[in-house]
C-alpha cells in the first residue's frame, strides 16, 4: 500500500486563455466560461528524502486532455524543464460537469504518472487540483550539479543521490562510466536498483582537477527504462 505524500513537477503553461476560448461552442456567451487554475501532485511512496532540489528527472512532458458537455475538447501540452517540481496551468472553463484527464511522460513516452478528475465547474471555482498516481518507475538524481573542490593530491569524495519517485523496482546503469571517460574519478557502483520511495548513492572517489586552467565540467549521464538524465560535476 503506497503512502500519500505531496510532491510536485513544475509546469508553467503560458496564455491559454486565446486558445481555449476558441473551443467555446455556437452560441455560448462568453460569461458561461471560468477562469480556472489546474494544478497536478503526485501521490509517492515516501517523500524524496535525501533527494532536494535543484535535480534531474525522467519526466519531460505533460499531456492534458478536458472535456465538457457542450464544448469541443481540449489538449494541451508543455515540456518540462529538466529539475522541475510543480506543475499548473491556466484555462478557460465551462461552467457545467468538466472531466480532466493528464498524463506525465518521460521522453521515451513512457507513463510516468497518469490522473483523472470530473467535478462541476461554478463561479466559485478557482483552483482545481488533479492527484496523479505513478505508473511505473520514476528516476530523479541529485543534485543537477555537483561541485568539488580538490584540496590535495589524494583527490576528493563525494556523491549523487539517486531515487525512485516512482513504482516497483528502478533499474540503473552508467552507459558510459565517467572513469574512463575523463580519467579523473573512480566510480564505485556502474549499476544498481532502488524500490520504490527509496534513494541509494552513486560515490565518487578520488575526483581529480585534471586541466591546467578553470573548472572542469564533467557530464555524467545515468540511464533508466523511462529514460535518461544528465547532471554535471564540477571539478575545481
Known amino acids: 500500500m503506497m503512502r500519500a505524500s505531496r ?84 484555462v478557460l472553463l465551462p461552467q457545467g460537469s468538466v472531466s480532466i484527464f493528464a498524463l506525465v511522460l518521460s521522453k521515451n513516452l513512457t507513463v510516468l504518472y497518469s490522473g483523472a478528475r470530473d467535478l462541476p465547474i461554478s463561479e466559485a471555482t478557482a483552483v482545481i487540483d488533479v492527484p496523479l498516481a505513478a505508473g511505473s518507475p520514476v528516476l530523479v538524481v541529485a543534485p543537477d550539479t555537483l561541485r568539488v573542490t580538490v584540496s590535495s593530491t589524494a583527490g576528493a569524495f563525494d556523491s549523487l543521490a539517486i531515487h525512485n519517485r ?23 557502483e556502474a549499476s544498481g536498483s532502488v524500490r520504490a520511495g527509496k534513494s541509494m548513492f552513486l560515490h565518487l572517489d578520488r575526483i581529480l582537477h585534471t586541466i591546467t586552467t578553470g573548472p572542469q565540467l564533467v557530464n555524467v549521464e545515468l540511464a533508466s527504462g523511462a529514460g535518461s538524465v544528465v547532471v554535471v560535476i564540477r571539478i575545481q
Open 166 to 188: 516512482g513504482l516497483d523496482s528502478l533499474a540503473w546503469s552508467l552507459p558510459i562510466n565517467p572513469a574512463s571517460a575523463c580519467r579523473c574519478m573512480a566510480v564505485r
Open 7 to 90: 510532491s510536485r513537477f513544475s509546469l508553467v503553461l503560458l496564455s491559454l486563455y486565446g486558445a481555449t476560448v476558441q473551443c467555446r461552442s455556437p452560441g455560448e456567451p462568453a460569461g458561461a466560461r471560468q477562469p480556472v487554475r489546474v494544478t497536478f501532485s503526485t501521490s509517492s511512496s515516501t517523500t524524496l528524502g535525501v533527494v532536494q532540489s535543484p535535480y534531474r528527472s525522467v519526466a519531460d512532458s505533460v499531456v492534458v486532455w478536458i472535456t465538457s458537455e457542450g464544448s469541443s475538447p481540449q489538449t494541451l501540452g508543455k515540456h518540462l524543464a529538466p529539475g522541475d517540481s510543480m506543475a499548473q496551468l491556466e
